[in-house]
């Protein structure tokens, strides 16, 4: 089955990078669109970032850009969340998430990993 998992969350301080990786176990990865979410606590899962099936495209919530950049090497199977000038407001649990051009929601998603960003 479709599987997908994220890593590469951690504690970090204000002002911090990090890289969130997604490693999808899908045979044609690149026929899927791939996303970022998350969920800060007492929060609902929030919109973060997503990107085409062939990468030419990406779209970012107003609260990321111009920090966050969202990649993918379909070669690899994997996704990425390059997060730079990191706030405590993104601190959360992060998620990544998959669908075909035929879905109308993503249908795979990931256990997610955990940031969290010191002020």
């Known amino acids: 089955q479709v599987q997908l998992v994220e890593s590469g969350g951690g504690l970090v301080q204000t002002g911090d990078s990090l890289r969130l990786s997604c490693a999808a176990s899908?045979?044609?990865?690149?026929?899927?669109?791939m996303a970022w979410f998350r969920r800060a606590p007492g929060e609902e899962r929030e919109f973060v970032a997503s990107?085409?099936?062939?990468?030419?495209?990406?779209y970012y919530a107003d609260s990321v850009k111009a920090r966050f950049d969202i990649s993918r090497d379909n070669a690899k199977n994997t996704l990425y969340l390059q997060m730079n000038r990191l706030k405590p407001e993104d601190t959360a649990v992060y998620y990544c998430?998959?669908?075909?051009?035929?879905?109308?929601?993503?249908?795979?998603w990931g256990q997610g990993t955990q940031v969290t960003v010191s002020s």
């Open positions: 899908i045979e044609t990865f690149s026929n899927y669109e």
């Open positions: 990107i085409t099936s062939n990468g030419a495209i990406a």
């Open positions: 998430a998959g669908r075909t051009k035929y879905e109308g929601s993503y249908s795979t």
